[in-house]
């Protein structure tokens, strides 16, 4: 495809990855057979707390096709998974941060925990033997509820007795106590964030091979971020040489944020694959992905708005409780504190700020990001407080929303972050206009008449995305960088090979990052290739999470291609004997300004790989460059959502029956991509509203939604057809660019918009997530009475 003439930017190209997905002709990591392939099968624990007083695996070692039998025994000498963020508590302490081992060794402390690998020739004979593996458990203890697990009386590990990890805060606690003294009005909630089970099309899967001729080891792996895969597991678990590992994350079906961590499954399949000499595949079944994936959110909050008498807000004083699971995942510890606590100021001025978050461990699977990751949680907060208090004072919430915001920018929050630009104001006009609220009250009746109750509730959002600077998150505990890498090798033809560290998996990367290139170039989209995903290709990278694929690996990409381009001037201007600086870059030819004098970008191109055309001594051949962007501060999306719901009073059944979103991206690069994107986080974040929970048994620990009859996933007839516009938008002023995250905002903002509108529909104040039909019709009983 030839540029449009105002280029590819701004223009909605179909997804060129598409055409493979469609046809059958994608590879993921179940795809990959090697030769000599073999299987794995884990044995996971069958209680949420116990003693291992014995692992017998003579009988699984002797049956048929049988290749190696390991348990945690076997895994002493080597670390433990690692946590990349270190937390440090109100008392200056170091967060507890117990071995989490790569097979459970003495302990089990979820149901799922890992705590045998089998290895058979076939997977049939691997589940076999699997379930010969003699366990003899002695049961302990569990505790698995949040809000009670701080001092309870099970013992999740030694090193933290009271299953604290830590207690964090973030703000100003004086202020924000001194300006609920003086409050005209307080809005106060206590609710918990449902725990969500993430559900990718394609579970988590991992094949290991090793190399003795060079001592080398591959693993193919459904994961979003290989080099940090690689690293953590070759630094921290295994000793490994990184440059011995070669990590190549295939076509990923879906993440989420739960593709994003170092697990056990692939660390334990590296370290036997040389064992065995032998390459070994394990694929989750669903129900094995319902126990082993990090889960997401769980929180227990007791939240506080403070206000004066017209209504606007003196401060917020929040207290969360925040469930860590069993051990501390990779990104575990940060999700519930920099990434949640700093985004509760949300879109409005608010003077004060505190929040205190204590990090809890209980015998349930690790929680850890999932879309949205600490945004949507602190959203929730947020939203929910504003929406109640307008109810509260008699105040129309668009009106109390409008009378806190932020107006000026750069504004700097009291949480700790600086918001570049917005404009929250324009957003939520355009949302109204968007859902009709000036007919809401004539469909309001319209749905009475049937015998039905029905609500409106808003929804405005803020969220941080490509989180940066590395400096600055290093002195808040990250344990990694935050930049990311791009190269941009164009061959002699004038075709190019792009290697970004982004990774996709759903995202769309090789249309959008093709669009930017061949944008600033000049060249047709299909001379674009974009290689993501394997460490052997690759130079570095960061991965994919926190929207931060276009904003931070665009930009390094971007970085890279300009430096191509200064390149070709100084090749330009020896072809057309001119001088440098006379040489200008536009529309894929360098031309000598102010003249028609020019040459293609292909024939410079050329130029650089037959070095006789230009003079060796000044220039090197070849037209390759690679670029690092690490940003100087995050993105910050916003908007605002309304949502219409009717609700049966004689059974609780909620439908939502229009949702309407306008969102501020900045500049949009490819805008049906970006529609996608929302309208799939919208259908998250009702699925977390109405439907999903992730429950376990309190006493016992046992996952009692551990499939889908239990845990209900949201389908079509669950969601309406969706209103979703850019706004203008209000550029990034830190990257080239001009964009901000985008992949996030629908699951960040859709959530307590939904449950806005059920409580203005019911006429209750609070109402628990999910909204089910049985919770909704018990919450309508109880309003009556």
């Known amino acids: 495809m030839n540029a449009p003439d105002k280029g590819f930017i701004g223009q909605s190209v179909k997804r060129r990855e598409d055409a493979r997905f469609l046809t059958g002709r994608g590879q993921y990591t179940d795809d990959i057979v090697l030769p000599r392939q073999s299987y794995g099968v884990f044995v996971r624990s069958a209680y949420a707390h116990a003693r291992l007083r014995r692992v017998d695996t003579a009988a699984a070692a002797a049956a048929e096709g049988v ?45 799922g925990d890992a705590l045998a690998l089998v290895v058979a020739e076939t997977l049939a004979q691997a589940k076999a033997a699997a379930a010969l593996v003699d366990v003899d458990y002695e049961e302990l203890p569990a505790v698995a509820d949040t809000a009670s697990a701080a001092g309870h009386a099970g013992i999740v590990h030694d090193e933290a007795p009271d299953n604290r990890s830590y207690v964090w805060g973030c703000g100003d606690k004086a202020a924000t106590d001194a300006a609920f003294d003086r409050a005209a009005h307080v809005t106060t909630l206590q609710f918990r964030n449902n725990r969500l089970i993430p559900n990718a099309i394609e579970p988590r899967a991992a094949n290991a091979s090793y190399s003795p001729a060079d001592d080398s080891y591959t693993l193919y792996v459904a994961n979003q971020n290989p080099h940090v895969e690689r690293l953590l597991m070759c630094a921290f678990v295994l000793g490994i040489p990184e440059h011995k590992l070669r990590v190549v994350a295939p076509d990923v079906g879906g993440g989420f944020g739960s593709k994003i961590f170092l697990y056990a499954e ?33 929180h227990a909050t007791k939240a506080e708005l403070a206000l004066d008498g017209d209504g606007h807000f003196l401060a917020m004083r929040v207290h969360t409780t925040a469930n860590l699971g069993a051990y501390l995942s990779t990104f575990a510890s940060c999700v519930p504190t920099i990434l949640y606590a700093t985004l509760l100021a949300g879109q409005y ?9 204590t990090g809890v461990f209980t015998n349930t699977a690790p929680v850890d990001a999932y879309r949205g990751a600490g945004r949507p949680e602190a959203t929730y907060v947020v939203e929910r407080l504003v929406e109640t208090a307008a109810h509260e004072l008699g105040l129309d919430p668009a009106e109390i929303r409008r009378r806190n915001f932020i107006t000026q920018f750069p504004y700097a929050t009291p949480v700790g972050l600086t918001y570049d630009t ?54 808040l505990g990250a344990r990694a960088g935050l930049f990311e890498a791009g190269e941009v090798r164009v061959h002699p033809t004038g075709k190019v090979t792009v290697f970004t560290g982004s990774h996709s998996h759903g995202q769309g990367h090789e249309t959008t990052f093709a669009q930017v290139v061949a944008d600033r170039l000049g060249i047709p989209l299909e001379d674009v290739d974009i290689q993501h995903g394997d460490t052997g290709k690759v130079l570095f990278g960061m991965g994919t999470y926190g929207s931060r694929s276009l904003a931070v690996g665009g930009t390094a990409i971007l970085k890279a291609v300009d430096k191509v381009i200064a390149k070709g001037r100084k090749i330009a201007a020896h072809l057309l004997e001119a001088s440098e600086g006379d040489i200008e870059f536009r529309n894929g030819e360098y031309r000598i300004a102010g003249t028609d004098r020019s040459v293609p970008f292909a024939q410079v191109s050329l130029t650089a790989y037959v070095p006789h055309n230009y003079p060796l001594d000044k220039l090197e051949p070849g037209l390759n460059e690679n670029a690092f962007y690490d940003p100087t501060n995050f993105t910050y999306p916003a908007g605002s959502y309304v949502c219409e719901v009717e609700v049966d009073p004689a059974t609780g059944v909620v439908r939502v029956d229009r949702f309407s979103a306008v969102d ?17 986080g919208i259908a998250q974040g009702i699925g977390q509203a109405l439907l999903e929970h992730g429950v376990y048994d309190s006493e016992s620990g046992q996952l009692l939604s551990g499939s889908y009859m239990d845990y209900a996933m949201p389908r079509a007839d669950d969601l309406p057809s969706f209103q979703v516009q850019t706004a203008p938008g209000t550029p990034c002023t830190h990257n080239p660019l001009g964009v901000k995250g985008c992949g996030e905002a629908g699951a960040i903002g859709s959530p307590p918009a939904v449950i806005n509108a059920i409580c203005n529909a019911i006429g209750v104040r609070d109402l628990p997530m999910p909204a089910t039909p049985c919770t909704v019709w018990t919450a309508l009983q109880s309003a009556r009475t």
């Open 67 to 111: 290749l190696g039998v390991y348990t945690g025994e076997h895994f002493r000498a080597v670390g433990g998974l690692p946590c990349g963020w270190l937390i440090t508590s109100t008392d200056g302490t170091p967060m507890k941060e117990p071995k989490h081992p790569v097979l459970a060794d003495g302990k089990v402390r979820y149901v």
């Open 664 to 680: 501020d991206f900045g500049n949009i690069v490819n805008p049906m991509i970006v529609e996608g994107q929302v309208h799939g």
């Open 266 to 298: 692939e660390t334990a399949l590296v370290w036997a694959a040389k064992q065995l000499g032998r390459p070994i595949k394990w694929t989750a079944e669903r129900s094995e992905s319902f126990l082993s994936d990090a889960h997401g959110r769980d």
């Open 422 to 475: 917005g404009d929250y104001d324009a957003t939520l006009t355009q949302v109204q206009q968007l859902a009709d609220v000036a007919g809401f009250s004539a469909r309001k009746a319209v749905s009475e008449a049937k015998g039905l109750k029905r609500g409106i509730g808003y929804s405005t959002y803020i969220e941080a995305c490509g989180l940066a600077p590395s400096n600055i998150a290093g002195a």
């Open 349 to 357: 001025k608010t003077p004060s700020i505190y929040a205190e978050v």
